[in-house]
Structure formats: C-alpha cells, structure tokens
Nanobody
C-alpha cells in the first residue's frame, strides 16, 4: 500500500505559477505510473498529466498542454507538477495518483490504484 501526500497548493494570481509536490511512503519510482488529477467545485475529477517511470513519456490533458509539466524530482524523491500561466479554470483540488502495475499507464482514473488527499489551488 502506497500513501501519497500532496503539498504546494495555495492561492495564485491569474498568469502566475505554482509547483505542486507529491511525496510517497515508498520510493516514488517504485510506482510505474504516476499522475496528477484535479477536481473543480461542482465538477467531476479530471486527469491533468501522467508519467510512466519506465520511460520518459508524459501525457497531458489538452487544457494544460504547454503550461504544465509533470516530472519526478529525483533529489527530493517527489512527483511534481509545475504549473505556469495559470487561469481561473485551473482552480480546484489537485490529487496525485500512483500505480505499481507494469505496462499500464494512461491518463485515466482506472489506471491508478493509490490516491492522495489533495491540495487546493485557487487562481484568481
């Protein structure tokens, strides 16, 4: 069982940047697939980005392409999400997710087993 804890949320102005981090109870790259999801008030949770630790491939939702970057901070041992050019539509609770299954990594909830509790990002 992997426990995930997000940090870095807060309030940010439109056009600003924020970096979220996700710490795991195990070595972060023990998980094969890592991702970030978000849920805006009154909306369903949606995928933001995912990365497969077995390679360098990453995948992003169209709404964040070119603005967000998902990466593993090997120094801190965390999964991070760098968010630039933030818009009000980026407001929501951001969750990190992980899976230890090899060969399966998709930008969808079904691909993940473990979830964090979320961190709130408010853009205004």
């Amino acid at each position: 069982h992997v426990q995930l804890v997000e940090s870095g949320g807060g309030s940010v102005q439109v056009g600003g940047s924020r970096r979220l981090s996700c710490a795991a109870s195990t070595y972060i790259v023990n998980s094969k697939c890592l991702g970030w999801f978000r849920q805006a008030p009154g909306k369903e949770r949606e995928a933001v980005a995912r990365i497969y630790t077995g390679g360098s491939s990453a995948e992003y939702a169209d709404s964040v392409k070119g603005r967000f970057t998902i990466f593993i901070d090997h120094v801190m041992g965390t999964l991070d999400l760098r968010m630039n050019s933030l818009e009000p539509e980026d407001t929501g609770t951001y969750y990190c997710a992980a899976s230890e299954r090899s060969g399966i990594c998709a930008l969808a909830e079904w691909a993940f087993t473990y979830w964090g509790q979320g961190t709130q990002v408010t853009v205004s």
